[in-house]
């Protein structure tokens, strides 16, 4: 889980509702397949896929730019998954 407390103070803001909870929720992220579509695994256990390319999320939250796509994308902004290409940093 990526804490929130030190990003904000790093960064001198709040987070907007749906980005902070795309950081403090459970969530395990894996490259579901290359070419950027990952696998997003919630606790309680409900999958979705995200292609962080395309923008889409299987998920029924029918706004764009969702809490998992989020969460993949900050992920990748950390290193703690594949690059869309499959390499591991």
Known sequence: MIDT?????AHGI???GRTQRALEEPM???LYKKGGVY????????????????GTCTCPDPHD??????RV???LELDRVPTI????P
Do not use: C, F, M
């Open 73 to 75: 994308e900050r992920e």
């Open 39 to 54: 696998q997003v695994r919630k606790q309680d256990n409900s999958t979705y896929l995200v292609d962080i390319v395309n």
């Open 14 to 16: 709040t987070l907007p």
């Open 5 to 9: 407390t030190t990003h904000r103070l």
């Open 65 to 70: 730019h969702d809490k998992h796509q989020r």
């Open 85 to 88: 290409g499959g390499s591991i």
């Open 28 to 30: 395990a992220v894996t």
